[in-house]
């Protein structure tokens, strides 16, 4: 499946949707974890479908804000590696009943994949964009 992504050249921060004849199938967030303060920073390069529905009442929203509590809550683990706290940020996600999709081999870079449904625009159609 073809990846459409964008990403940001400053922070090294990336997320890109897997795409098929269909549509999207998953977004995957990529984000520099050494000096990463929020997790939201990766709103900047989101997908354009999702940029702009990055409001209240939203999933992407939903999913962003998820990550923030989390990144948060597990700060104290930042004393043993970024990577040890990005995996108590996506374990608490996934216990939240976010879809997350891989293990930590693929989570321990700062990587973390959805399924699309989870963060689908509402009324989107991605073929008439």
Do not use: C, Y
């Amino acid at each position: 499946m073809p990846v459409e992504g964008t990403r940001s050249e400053v922070d090294r921060n990336a997320s890109g949707a897997d795409v098929g004849a269909s549509g999207p199938a998953s977004l995957t967030i990529s984000l520099r974890l050494t000096g990463l303060e929020t997790t939201s920073i990766v709103a900047e390069p989101l997908r354009k479908p999702l940029i702009h529905r990055n409001v209240p009442g939203e999933w992407i929203r939903g999913f962003l804000q998820g990550l923030d509590r989390h990144w948060q809550f597990n700060a104290a683990l930042a004393s043993f590696s970024p990577s040890q706290r990005w995996l108590g940020t996506v374990r608490g996600l996934a216990s939240d009943g976010w879809p997350v999709l891989g293990g930590r081999a693929r989570w321990r870079p700062g990587k973390l994949t959805v399924p699309w449904l989870a963060v689908e625009p509402f009324g989107f159609d991605w073929h008439a964009r």
